[in-house]
């Protein structure tokens, strides 16, 4: 199992704090936007003398919630439908593992949110990847692609829509493919949505939810870690009209007793907060996104992908090797006692070779401290003895 490419190199990170220099944090997801006050304050009112086991599938009261959730966003699921986990990548891990036995086959495209490969290796899957490029925004390939790695062991796509590392939003045509494809096959289609908010430019947004055609074949993944700035109560969902799938998740759950008590309070709380919270949350991330592309396009030789979705983007960097110089800016380099921290992209793909010279950047950082990280990155490919003129 690899290590993260989000946090491999947190040790380098640490030791060059421990010397005073000031990290601008680019590599993780992060947001420092604050929490609902509602969820704030549901946290601070708890008044149980006993913080006792939930329902295995989660309390009902938050899937409704759930649910009332979805129905704004156009999909109609029952409270029965919606199983609460222990953040979205339990959801994910879940529905490997209910879905698809050792040896299967899952397809997902690369480069691919690092930790599904490692739910992979737990579920005993093969991964099998199609090749997405920075130079067409890393846009879905075309439906032939899909059917040549289709074999008798294949059981499901993975997509993450809007993307994970990429902020690659799919558009109805791609989305309306992936239908065909799961359809003419009979696959699942596993989609994880927890950036389903954060589309920007008057882009549509489609959910896997919507195509009601494949309803059964659909698990949907999601997360109140984003979309409330709540990564740390580790509280999100699985979502499908299939009930084998919840029957068996469902034993899953039970195995690990309970979701995070504190956590769904929390989460029920804020689901009550105002249509506003999440309104200026996308302007504040769009504004964001546009310092990041116009900042990187200051810098000779970067190449950045135009995000239309979630909080990240990919850029390709004039340097021998990413990684390298990823590390080299955390032991190596320091402006005005300041340095910054980037994702090397070669984690986030599985094919050897791809991804050596880009990055992943998350723009979670508040517009002067965005700015300032990006200026520190052109200071340092500026110095770094790598670099690729």
Known sequence: MASSPIRKLTPLADEAKSRGIKIYHLNIGQPDIKTPSKGLEALRKIDRTVLEYSPSQGFRSLR????DYYRRCGMEFTPDEITVTSGASEAVLFSFLACM????????TEPTYANYLAFADVAGVRVRTLKTHIEDGFALPQVEHFEELITDR????LICNPNNPSGTLYTAAEMRMLADI?????????SDEVYREFVYDGKEYLSAGHFEEIAENVVLIDSFSKRYSECGIRVGALITKNRSITQGVLKLCQARLSPPLLGQIVAEASCGEDSSYLENVIREYDQRRKILLKAMSGIPGVVTSTPHGAFYAMAALPVDDAEKFCAWCLRDFQYEGESVMLAPANGFYITPGLGTNQVRIAYVLKSEDLERAVFLLGKALGQYPGRKY
């Open 101 to 108: 036995d050792p040896g299967d086959e899952l397809i997902t």
């Open 154 to 157: 294949t059981r499901a796509i």
């Open 182 to 190: 799961v359809r003419k096959h009979d696959l699942y289609l596993f």
């Open 64 to 67: 409704e919630k759930i649910s």
